[in-house]
């Protein structure tokens, strides 16, 4: 398992694209009434490799959303993209969600769930397949995939770690 905070991004430098996946209306029954709130499960990225989540609560809609945003901002991971898709086979579980993803020929698209789908976009993959496993909880399916994301690593970085040559991390 890699650690997540060598790979976190400022997001300062970046020009962010956000996605609300997510909005849940909370009630609260009190004497005086029904009181609302709104919980918004918002993803990041810049669509090159640069992925966060975050949430964001509030009693209006759009305010939930904008701290959703600022919280993500602060959660970023760089991801390793290679010509369009992941490097390898990855799993991912955060609570009940397990996901897996797979790498997939150029051509094929993103084949992912709903707040899956949010997340390998925002994060610039184009070809992937994958599949949620277990619970079905947009919060957790979103954390699950972020961090099957975050795990992933590149040739080089296989190759840095052990100490070798690029090509010798291929052939063995």
Request: charged letters at 25%; proline letters at 2%; aromatic letters at 2%.
């Amino acid at each position: 398992m890699s650690d997540n905070r060598t790979k976190s991004v400022k997001s300062s430098d970046l020009e962010l694209k956000d996605k609300v996946v997510h909005l849940n209306r909370v009630t609260k029954v009190t004497k005086g009434g029904r009181t609302f709130t709104f919980a918004a499960t918002v993803v990041v990225g810049d669509g090159n490799g640069v992925v966060g989540h975050g949430l964001g609560k509030s009693k209006e809609v759009q305010e939930a959303i904008a701290k959703g945003i600022d919280d993500a901002k602060k959660n970023l991971v760089r991801v390793p993209v290679r010509q369009g898709t992941i490097p390898h086979v990855q799993e991912g579980r955060f609570a009940g969600a397990k996901v897996l993803l797979k790498p997939a020929a150029h051509g094929t698209g993103v084949i992912a769930g709903g707040s899956m789908r949010a997340v390998l976009e925002s994060a610039g993959i184009t070809d992937v397949l994958a599949k949620s496993k277990g619970s079905s909880n947009p919060q957790n399916v979103v954390k699950a995939t972020i961090q099957a994301l975050a795990n992933l690593r590149d040739a080089a970085a296989v190759a840095r770690e052990r100490g070798v040559e690029l090509d010798k991390v291929f052939n063995g």
